[in-house]
C-alpha cells in the first residue's frame, strides 16, 4: 500500500496507544519507544511519520479534541428534538472516557500543548471547551423553544454538565461507571429546569 494511504491507519494505532499508556503508566511514562514498544512496530515508524516525539504528541492532542469538537458540534442541531437530558448526555458520552481521561492527563503533565492545539483548530472550538460551548449554544435555543425554563442559565449549565464530565472521567472509573455518573448527575442538573415538553 502506498506511504500516504497507510499513514492514517499508522497515526490512528500510535495515538491508541497513547491513551493505553497514559491510562495505565501515567504521561510521565510516555516515550517513543514506549509507544512503539506498545505498538508492536519498530521505533523508526513513529519518527517516519513525525518530526520527533513533541510533534508526535502534538498531533494526538489535535485529533483527539477534533473529535471531541465533532461530537459536540452537532448537539445545537437536535434542539426541540427528544429529551433535553438525552440530548445533552449523548453529545457528552460519544467520546469513549478513556480518550478524555488521556488527553486530559497528558494536557496537564505538558501545558503548551492546549495552545498547539488552539493554532490549528482555533481558540474555543477544540476539545471540552468547544463541547461547553455547544452545549451552552443548544441549552440557549432549547430556552428560545420553551423547552428550558425562562429563569434558567444555559452558560452556566453548560459549564456545569462539562465540568461533571471531566471530573468524572478524571477518577479513572470503569467505562459504565462514568456513563452513569454523568447521566445521572446531567439529569440533576437539568430535569429541574426543562419543561413537560422537552422529555421526549
Known sequence: MPRGVAIPEVRQQLFAVVEQVVVRDGPGKLSGRA???????????????????????????????FLIS???AALPERAGTGSVVANVCDALLSTPPVTLLALTRLIAARP??????????GDRTAG????ENAAATYLAEEQRLGRLTAAAD?????LAVVGVLQRVTLTGAPETEVR?????TVTALLDPVTTATSFG
Open 35 to 65: 509507544i512503539t514498544g506498545e505498538a508492536g512496530v519498530a521505533t523508526g515508524l513513529l519518527y517516519s511519520h513525525f518530526a520527533d516525539f513533541d510533534d508526535f504528541l502534538a498531533a494526538y492532542a489535535v485529533d483527539r479534541s
Open 70 to 72: 465533532s461530537a459536540a
Open 112 to 121: 503548551q500543548l492546549p495552545g498547539l492545539v488552539r493554532a490549528v483548530l
Open 128 to 131: 471540552l471547551e468547544a463541547a
Open 154 to 158: 444555559p452558560g452556566a449549565l453548560a
Open 180 to 184: 452513569a455518573r454523568v447521566r445521572a
